[in-house]
């Protein structure tokens, strides 16, 4: 059976590492690069040693050079350009889950998509994107009956935005069809009475939390919630090692999970 060869991009951050421990376990995958900012103080180690396990002989270093099939991506937006350029030049197939990107940057995605194939997803969690299919069942049942909607997210401490893209895309995909047009992150004082043509986000950062969703359809009398919680990290690495299968077998064009679920 031939391997699909893996770069990683964002190697040595907690995602990173864990992409690279589990695909090591594959047989079907193999870590061919690992990709990290250039001033990083690990470049030159070796990327399973900087994991956690035994050595890979694939060094940390800021630039690809080789062959491979497809480029997994949890490092920072500033490193994004360099990852569309490695993926363009080396006509790599991209599964991108770093989040906080531009709307210039959304662009250069689609671009890149013009020639290789691209999965964008801000969350690879496979629950995670079964939930919010869900609950654009729930939003289409719900549209016309009256439903207050609020998202609360949690997550560790260290997460620097907020609320997170995953929260953001539960309520895009909502207000899509149930019309809301206010997006309220939080609230505080006497706002006064809850417009019913807004959306509530409330953002909790706690401890180690890995990642938490409940979106809330509040009715008179009733209330429906769907939650979605990680216990660990492996969540989106597992997801994003079922990206990378499904896009290497693509042409080039813009994907998501619902496209790798079949959903």
């Not at 539960?170 to 505080?188: E, K, P």
């Not at 938490?212 to 919630?225: P, V």
């Amino acid at each position: 059976m031939e391997k699909i060869r893996v770069v990683v991009s964002g190697a040595a951050g907690r995602m990173g590492q864990r992409v690279i421990t589990l695909a090591a376990e594959e047989p079907d995958l193999a870590i061919v690069g690992a990709l990290e900012a250039p001033n990083h103080p690990k470049l030159g180690q070796d990327a399973g040693v900087v994991a956690g396990r035994e050595p890979l002989g694939v060094p940390l270093s800021a630039e690809f050079q080789g062959k491979a099939d497809v480029l997994i991506d949890f490092s920072h937006v500033s490193g994004f350009d360099s990852v569309v350029r490695t993926c363009r030049n080396n006509r790599l197939a991209l599964v991108f889950a770093t989040t906080g990107i531009t709307p210039e940057q959304e662009r250069a995605l689609v671009e890149l998509a013009e020639f290789v194939p691209v999965i964008r997803s801000p969350n690879m969690s496979l629950a995670v994107n079964v939930a919010m299919k869900l609950c654009q069942m729930a939003a289409e049942a719900l549209k016309d009956k009256d439903a207050d909607v609020e998202i609360i997210e949690r997550h560790h401490r260290f997460k620097e935005d907020a609320p997170s893209g995953t929260a953001l895309q539960f309520g895009n995909l909502i207000s899509q069809i149930m019309g809301q047009i206010v997006h309220r992150h939080g609230r505080q004082g006497r706002p006064g009475r809850r417009p019913h043509e807004e959306i509530g986000y409330h953002a909790v950062r706690v401890g180690d939390n890995p990642g938490e969703h409940t979106i809330i359809f509040g009715l008179l009398g009733e209330t429906l919630e769907i939650t979605v919680r990680a216990t660990n990290r492996d969540a989106y690495a597992k997801g994003a090692l079922a990206a990378a299968r499904f896009v290497v077998k693509q042409p080039p064009g813009l994907y998501g999970m619902r496209d790798v679920l079949g959903l």
